[in-house]
Structures are given as structure tokens and as C-alpha cells.
């Protein structure tokens, strides 16, 4: 080893000693700072990664391994000094090793002075370092490679010049075999093949932050067998052709055949092995969860995932599959046998291309392709089936894959997050299957049912609903081997397991009276516990066996871990825009519907009801509430709203006292609504403001504007800063909870300020609030409904400048604990008469309430208009995932959805850190430059006079002679 670092250092000190290669190195480190600034506009795309940076490093590390190792054989066959070199007292294999660490540590050099880009990254976002550090492990190793090339090619001729050029050609068809341009030339199972060998498709695999062995493998295994090779090349430069020698070279031949052989064996066999990698990012984007290995464990029959995949598809969708088939295989592995992983191509039978198309809908697309002078359409599948009993969901390329704009013209296509899109499909078909049986089954404790009622006091209308409630109880009592109980209790016996004072302190059960004004008060109750989970469920309209048995089931559904749950819907008043002068007394267009985006999206992973609230009432199945947009709301509505939040039920309001006037014509306009939720929200402890929240930190939005150009008036679209488009960042979040996790950034337009309730210092509140999203402190309100840029009055930015005085404001807050119900002590409004009705009055301690202060966060045209877009909608599933108490699947969610942001800049700040980042590659040039000089100024010349024998006669060491 003490040889091999001898040899490595002297090859390092001569790489100081050229020029040449100092003029490779500063070229390499310019190409590369300009192809992150320049060629793929790293300020230009807002991401907080360094994928540009090493986007085109397996290129330049073609040219630069070439440059580097051109010399090393080739140099000293010219000089003639490598006979001397073989005649030494060092080994063969030392002598190329050395060599190859000489090389490397220099390229290793030049790439750590790349790491100016990735720390100038972390000073302007939240930068994942795993990927980072995949990325520099992948540039070392795709490095050794092409060094491991150049070095037996060097060997293979005296000229250095050739060793270059074929260096470079050799190592290419390395590179363009995994090329999408040339994978997309076969079917999918070649192409595999042609990425397999690619150094390209490799390199990114380890750059994402995965390392996976079969990567590892791979080029480990190419420099060991080009070294290999030029050890052998070496050796046979001094074998004699004679039939003495005839034995030793055929066995190093053979040797050197069959560790080769053995090198592509192992690379091959490794092939069908996944799951041997370990995941670098730092939320565990590329590692299959506990949440989904849970889910897999506790499935009761056989799960097919069944993969549609053409052998010729898009270029880009190509390397896709082989990460897709990777993690469906793993699925496979972590579940223990109990699912069934199947690959097919419709397209090569018959029978199976009608059998997706008829009895699943799986259908190919028409994918187009090719250059400007060629253009070529190919229908082919992508596509994955997910089948589990007689329950299916199919995923298509649209659910899989998300495309972003990286550049001007730069294109990517990616998985978006393969994972949560398999668990959410497995988790909807395994548990839309269960039976009442299966149920039972799945809960982790055995559920009690209590039946609080004095029978004697009935009112006429309940007298039956005592025989009623057993008949049920007693039915599900025998289907539930074991796992389900219940009681009926009279509070108004003497010696009952409850009184009337204890009902009221453990649930907050009052009587109820037989009418408004009646004295007469009766018990008619019912809970269900689960665990420490326990739920009030009110008693069904008619008291019919059918609907008890229905709202039961579904509260027991609501209990058991990993059930789909229901997401009630209440959509905004639709109102038709105002018709144009020209067209009045003609018939209105139908008001478009501005809500359809969040329904659909929540459709992915719920079920979806559009509930009304003016019988007052939610259906008992509902477990998250979402209103978005209320307006005029009455008694009914609030009483709906609040039952739900009393029975522990989740409710999401998306409320403003602003929205948007579909009347104002070409202009931008807002009005002023009343929700009708003021005063219970404000009872709640969450007040609405009457002002708009304006934020120098915000979101552009495109205007038209007019110039004058030599007298004409052109008309241009020009991105003006809007400061009703609030932009919530990671900084405006409340960073505790796992409901904004992930996100980059949020948009609010037209948002309302809201004030908490805050205790009193020393006061015990049984709510606990939680401010979730928070203007900037640059951030300040207005009451103008006008919202339109006035460049008339402002020419500047078309709104008048901010005040003095400017605070953070919250936007969006959490509430959680027990609830006071707003009608408690008043009529039930769904009532008629003088008859008093059902009023809960207080919630269990896990009912939960969520206020954003904007009607406008999901509005399908803000959604498109606004670069968030996404993130707001991913912000309301979040929130509905914390509803349901389905926090695992809204980890695994915020593990990968979302690219992280760049501090957004002006021009003159992007140029500030470009030319610091230019700067720092000038200076360790110049640097390295000093210290080269200062080396040569002070070396002595030793003269070597004679062959090695005379060398060895000089007392010289075989270490100081390899020096």
C-alpha cells in the first residue's frame, strides 16, 4: 500500500507541474457553473436542488477523465521509461493502481470545488443534503469509471492525443447507450437492457439519493475490470512469444476472461434484486413506509398489482417503468407473499388487451414524439391495476407522473409520488371490500355500545325505540365474535351503573324536554367506545332497524384503523356573471361551478358526498366537513355545523367576508358577504375581520399593460406583484404541525384576517388553539373593494404603497378539544312547534375545527391563475388526512410531493450570487496557480543516469525510485 500511495502522490505533484491540465480543470469547473446559472436557469426555476449542477457532469467527466489520464501509459511509452518502470521491484497492478488514485484525487479535487453551488442553495432555500451527497457519491464513482477507461487506453498506444480521442469515443458509447434517444429506438425490455449499461441512467439513479447495490456493483465492477485489463496489457508487453512462455499467457488470458465473465454475472444476477439500497433523503422519499408495510400485513386475501406497460412507449415515460416495477416488487417482498405482482404488454395478447378495456378501462394513449423534421405517435399502456377481492382502482400515466417546466424549453417528467399513489389505491379497494365481519376483525379494541334512555318518560314518538335498539345491538352482537358489547342503562333508577350527574360530567349529557315548554324530561343517548375513542350518535329520524344499523356501522367504520372515510362537501352559491350590454334580456348562462377541482382531487383518496344543510341536519356516515364558502347561512345551516363538531365530528371552513363579484365586468372586483358562521365561529373562539389582508410578500399575477413605442400604443402582459394574493411561506407556517409539512408555499387571495380567543393568564381552556398560516410582518388590511391595479393614480405598481406600521396577521387556525355548542339552551331549529328536539351541547374532547380566512383558496380559476395552486390544494387534503386522524398516510404523503422553494429575488441578488459562485472558482484557480508556481521554483533537478540496475546500485529504495 506504502508503493501505491508513492505512485499516487508523484502523479499528483506532475498534474501541478502542466498546464494542461489545469486548463481542463478551469474549463471543467466553468462549464459547470454555467451550466447551473446559464443553460438551465437555476434562479429562473424557484427550486432549492442541485440537480442542475450535476445534469451534464457525467459529460464533462468524459472530457475531463480523458485529459486527465491521457499521459499516464502514453507518456511514459514515448519517454521510454516504461521499461524501467516493469523492471522495478514494484508490482504491476501497484504501479496502474496508483496511477488510477493519482487521477481521482485530482478529479475529486475538481469537483469539491463545485460545493460552492450546493452551500450558496442551502443559504437560499430548505435544501435536502441527501440527494447532495448521492450526487457527489454518483460524480466519484461515474469519475472512477471513465478514469479506469482512460488509464488502459493510455496503455494501449504512445500518442497522446489518440489515447484522448479514444478515451472520449470509448467512454461515450458508455454514456449514449442509456440514452433516452437511443432507449426509445426499442421496446421497454431492451431498453432496460441499454440503461442498465449506461453510466448516464446510473448516474441519476444514485443523484435522486438512492444507493442502490445493483448501482454500486456496477461501477465498481468497471473499474476493477478495466484496471484489470490494463494490468494485463501491461504484463504482455514484456512476455516472449516463445512456446516456454505459452503456458503463463494463456492462463492470464484465461484469468483475465473469466474475471471479466464474473464481473458481468454478478451484475446480471444482481439485476433481479431490489430493495438492497439505502435512502439518503432526509424525509425517506425513495423507502417504502411502516404506514404501507402495515397496510400490506393486514390484508386477509391475495392483492394483485398488475402493471401495464408497452414495450414501445414515450421516451421520457421509458425510464419510469424500471423504478415502478423496482417498487411494486417491493411491495411484494414486505408483504409476506400477500401480494401478487404481475407485468404485461396488452398489445402482444389479444384476450388481455380486451379484458383491460372492457372490464377495467384500461385504455393505450396516443403518445407524440420526435424532432422538428420528424414526428412519430405511438399508443402504448402505462398503466397499473390494483385489484383486491372484487374491489379495483387503476392508476393511469396522468396519476403517476408529474411534468414541470425546468427552463426555458427544459422538460421534466417524474414520478410524483409513486408510494402514497399505490397505498392510497391498496388502502380504498382492501377496505371498500370488508365485510361488517372483516370489521369487527380490523379493531385493534373491542367496541362497547351504550344505550342511556328512561323508557317511562318516552316521549310518543320514541316509545318503540328501546325494543328497537337491542334487536340491532343484539343482532351485531352475534356477528362479532366477541369484539362487540353493549348496555342499556336507566340513569333514572335508583342504583343504575350512571346517574344524571355523572352522564353530564363524563359526556355532557343533559335530558331532553318532551316540548319547548314541558317540565317532563326523558334520556335517550347513545355512545360507542372504542379504546379511549368514544363517539355520541344522535338518534336516527323513524328509529327503523335499517337506519340504526347504517350509523352504527358507520361509527364503528369511523373507529377501525384505515377505513375510507367520508368527506361531506358544501359548495358555494354559484352566480352568473353579468351579462354584456349587447346581450341583456337574453337567457343567463348557466353559473359555472368554480369548485370542481378540490372535489375531484379528494376523490382520489375519499368518498365525496355534496351535502345540503338546510334540513339542518349531516348525515351521520360524514367524518370530515368541508365548507367552502359560506354565505347567508341561518339557523338550519349553523345547526347542521355545529351537531357535527358536537358529536366529534371534523369541520373545515374555507370563510371570508370578501369573494369574488362575478358582476364587476372587466374589471377586478371584490364584494363584501356575510358568511352567517360569525357569531358561532366567534363562540368557537375564532373571529372573522371585516378587512382584507394586503402583503408586500406575494404572489404576481399577469395584467395587460399598454406602451408607447414611437407613438403607438402596444399592449403587453406583464407580471405585476398583487398584495392581495397572499404568500404564505415555510416561515408563515407553524412548522409543529404535520398538516403544512412539505410545503413550499401557499397563496391566500382576498384573505381575512382572523383573531383568536385567547384565555385569560391562569385560565384553564378546555379548546387549544393553534395559529396554522401567518401573513408576513410585512403585511397590512384594506376595506377597498376595488382590487383592480389603478396605474392611473399608482404608476409605480398600480396600489398605493404600504403603511408605516405593518404586522403578521393569521390566516388560517387550528381548534381542537371540547366545544361548547353554539345553541346550547336554545331551541333545535330543525323543529317545528313547541317540541324541544335533540341538542348536544357539548363535543367530545377530539372533535376538531379548521378556519382559512379565504372563499377564494380552492377557487378552480385561482388554482390555474397562481404558481401555489397545487399546494393549496394539497394543504385541504392534508387537512382533511388530520380530520380523519389519518396522519400515516399524510406522512407519506409530505415525504415527496413537493419540490422545495427558492427565496424568491430580484435580478441584481441572482447576479450577486452567480458572480460570488464564479468568483470562488477564479479564486481557487488562482490559488492552485501560486501554490504550482511556488512548487516548481523550488525543485532541485536529480540526475538519473543508467538502466534500473544502476538506479538500485544508488541505494535508491523502490519507493523513492516509483517517486
Known amino acids: 500500500m506504502k508503493h501505491v500511495l508513492s505512485i499516487a502522490k508523484k502523479e499528483l505533484r506532475g498534474y501541478f507541474l502542466s498546464p494542461v491540465a489545469l486548463i481542463f480543470l478551469g474549463a471543467f469547473l466553468f462549464l459547470s457553473m454555467a451550466t447551473v446559472f446559464v443553460f438551465k436557469g437555476f434562479f429562473a426555476r424557484g427550486v432549492a436542488d442541485v440537480r442542475p449542477l450535476f445534469s451534464l457532469l457525467p459529460v464533462y467527466l468524459i472530457f475531463l477523465s480523458a485529459a486527465v489520464t491521457m499521459r499516464l501509459w502514453s507518456e511514459e511509452q514515448k519517454m521510454g ?20 488514485l493519482g487521477a481521482l484525487g485530482l478529479t475529486v479535487l475538481a469537483l469539491l470545488l463545485t460545493l460552492s453551488v450546493p452551500v450558496t442553495v442551502s443559504m437560499l432555500g430548505d435544501l435536502d443534503w441527501g440527494p447532495v451527497m448521492g450526487g457527489y457519491m454518483a460524480a466519484v464513482l461515474v469519475a472512477g469509471a471513465y ?75 468497471i473499474i476493477a475490470a478495466f484496471l484489470g485489463l490494463n494490468v494485463y496489457v501491461l504484463k504482455t508487453k514484456g512476455w516472449s512469444q516463445g512456446v516456454r512462455t505459452a503456458t503463463q499467457r494463456h492462463s492470464a488470458t484465461l484469468a483475465v476472461v473469466l474475471g471479466l465473465a464474473n464481473v458481468l454475472l454478478l451484475n446480471v444476477w444482481l439485476s433481479g434484486v431490489s430493495g438492497l439500497r439505502i435512502d439518503m433523503t432526509e424525509r425517506g422519499e425513495y423507502s417504502i413506509s411502516d404506514t404501507t408495510k402495515a397496510l400490506l400485513h393486514g390484508l386477509d386475501e391475495p392483492l394483485l398489482i398488475r402493471g401495464y406497460f408497452s414495450e414501445k412507449t414515450h421516451p421520457l415515460l421509458a425510464p419510469l417503468v424500471p423504478r415502478i416495477r423496482d417498487l411494486i416488487e417491493e411491495y411484494g417482498e414486505v408483504s409476506g407473499g400477500k401480494v401478487i405482482t404481475e407485468y404485461v404488454d396488452p398489445r402482444e395478447d389479444e384476450e388481455l388487451e380486451k379484458e383491460a378495456n372492457q372490464l377495467y378501462g384500461i385504455k393505450s394513449f396516443p403518445f407524440e414524439f420526435g424532432s422538428r423534421l420528424d414526428r412519430e405517435v405511438v399508443n402504448s399502456y402505462f398503466s397499473i391495476l390494483i385489484k383486491y377481492g372484487d374491489q379495483y382502482q387503476v392508476l393511469n400515466f396522468s396519476d403517476l407522473i408529474e411534468v414541470k417546466v425546468t427552463g426555458v424549453t427544459d422538460i421534466d417528467v417524474r414520478l410524483r409520488n409513486p408510494e402514497y399513489d399505490l397505498t392510497r389505491a391498496i388502502k380504498k379497494v382492501a ?39 337491542e334487536t340491532v345491538l343484539g343482532k351485531m352482537k352475534a356477528e362479532s365474535k366477541g369484539k362487540f358489547d353493549f348496555k342499556v342503562v336507566d340513569p333514572s333508577k335508583p342504583g343504575a351503573d350512571e346517574t344524571a350527574e355523572s352522564l353530564y360530567k ?20 347513545l355512545l360507542l367506545k372504542v379504546g379511549d375513542r368514544y363517539e355520541r350518535l344522535l338518534p336516527p329520524d ?65 368518498t365525496v358526498q355534496e351535502v345540503s344543510l338546510d334540513s339542518g341536519t349531516v348525515p351521520s356516515d360524514v367524518d370530515v366537513l368541508l365548507v367552502y364558502g359560506p354565505q347567508d347561512f341561518g339557523d338550519k345551516e349553523r345547526f347542521a355545523i355545529d351537531q357535527h363538531l358536537m358529536r366529534g365530528g371534523t369541520v373545515i371552513v374555507l370563510a371570508s367576508k370578501f369573494m369574488l363579484d362575478p358582476h364587476g365586468g372587466q374589471n377586478l372586483k371584490v364584494k363584501k358577504v356575510s358568511t352567517g358562521l360569525d357569531a358561532m365561529l366567534a363562540a368557537y373562539g375564532v ?23 414611437r407613438g403607438m400604443r402596444i399592449r403587453e402582459i406583464k407580471m405585476l406583484d398583487y398584495p392581495y394574493f397572499v404568500n404564505v411561506r415555510p416561515d408563515g407556517m407553524d412548522d409543529a404541525s404535520p398538516v403544512v409539512s412539505g410545503l413550499p408555499g401557499l397563496t391566500v387571495p382576498w384573505a381575512t384576517p382572523l383573531t383568536l380567543k385567547k384565555p385569560a393568564e391562569g385560565e384553564a381552556s378546555p379548546l387549544q388553539y393553534t395559529v396554522l398560516l401567518r401573513s408576513s410582518p410585512r403585511s397590512w388590511v384594506s376595506a377597498a373593494t376595488d382590487v383592480q391595479p389603478d396605474f392611473a393614480t399608482y404608476p409605480a405598481n398600480g396600489f398605493p404603497p404600504a403603511p408605516t406600521e405593518t404586522e403578521s396577521r393569521p390566516l388560517g387556525a387550528l381548534v381542537t378539544g371540547t366545544f361548547t355548542s353554539f345553541f346550547k339552551g336554545k331551541k333545535d331549529p330543525t323543529v317545528e312547534g313547541n317540541s324541544g328536539g335533540t341538542v348536544l351541547e357539548e363535543s367530545p374532547a377530539n372533535a376538531r375545527l379548521v378556519v382559512v380566512g379565504s372563499t377564494a383558496f380552492a377557487n378552480d380559476l385561482i388554482l390555474q391563475l397562481t404558481q401555489q395552486g397545487q399546494s393549496n390544494l394539497q394543504l385541504v387534503e392534508n387537512l382533511v388526512d388530520w380530520g380523519v386522524e389519518d396522519v400515516d398516510l399524510l406522512s407519506i404523503r409530505s415525504r415527496g410531493a413537493f419540490a422545495r422553494t427558492l427565496v424568491p429575488m430580484d435580478a441584481s441578488e441572482a447576479l450577486k450570487y452567480e458572480l460570488l459562485n464564479y468568483g470562488f472558482v477564479v479564486l481557487a484557480l488562482a490559488v492552485i496557480v501560486l501554490l504550482t508556481v511556488s512548487r516548481r521554483r523550488n525543485l532541485k533537478p536529480v540526475p538519473l543516469e543508467g538502466s534500473a540496475e544502476a538506479v538500485r546500485r544508488a541505494h535508491h529504495t523502490p519507493t523513492e525510485v516509483a517517486s
Open 506 to 525: 363524563k359526556y355532557g349529557f343533559k335530558p331532553f324536554a318532551t316540548s319547548l315548554f314541558a317540565e317532563q324530561t326523558f334520556y335517550l343517548h
Open 687 to 709: 373571529e372573522l375581520g371585516d378587512e382584507m389582508v394586503m402583503d408586500a410578500q406575494n404572489e404576481g399575477i399577469p395584467v395587460p399593460v399598454m406602451r408607447e413605442v
Open 431 to 469: 377496505y371498500g371490500f370488508q365485510t361488517l365481519e372483516g370489521l369487527f376483525a380490523d379493531l385493534k379494541s373491542p367496541a362497547e355500545f351504550f344505550v342511556f334512555v328512561t323508557p317511562d318518560t318516552l316521549p310518543d314518538n320514541y316509545k318503540g325505540a328501546p325494543k328497537v335498539i
Open 542 to 606: 323513524g328509529m327503523s332497524e335499517a337506519n340504526l344499523e347504517k350509523d352504527i356501522t358507520a361509527a364503528l367504520k369511523r373507529a377501525a384503523p384505515g377505513f375510507l372515510k367520508v368527506v361531506g362537501y358544501v359548495k358555494p352559491k354559484r352566480e352568473a356573471p353579468q351579462l354584456p350590454p349587447q346581450m341583456q334580456g337574453q337567457r343567463p348562462p348557466e353559473p359555472p361551478d368554480m369548485a370542481q377541482t378540490i372535489a375531484r382531487q379528494l376523490e382520489d383518496s375519499y
Open 147 to 221: 478514469l479506469a477507461i482512460g488509464v488502459f487506453v493510455s496503455s494501449l498506444t504512445d500518442n497522446q492525443i489518440v489515447s484522448l480521442m479514444l478515451t472520449v469515443v470509448v467512454c461515450g458509447a458508455f454514456y449514449i447507450v442509456g440514452e433516452d434517444w437511443i432507449t426509445s429506438q426499442v421496446g421497454t425490455r431492451p431498453a432496460e437492457l441499454l440503461a442498465a449499461l449506461g453510466t448516464g441512467a446510473r448516474f441519476e439513479s444514485i443523484q435522486r439519493g438512492v444507493l442502490d447495490l445493483r448501482d454500486l456493483v456496477y461501477y465498481l465492477g
Open 81 to 100: 521509461t516504461l521499461e524501467v518502470l516493469l523492471t522495478l521491484p514494484v508490482k504491476v497492478h501497484q504501479l496502474v493502481i496508483g496511477k488510477f
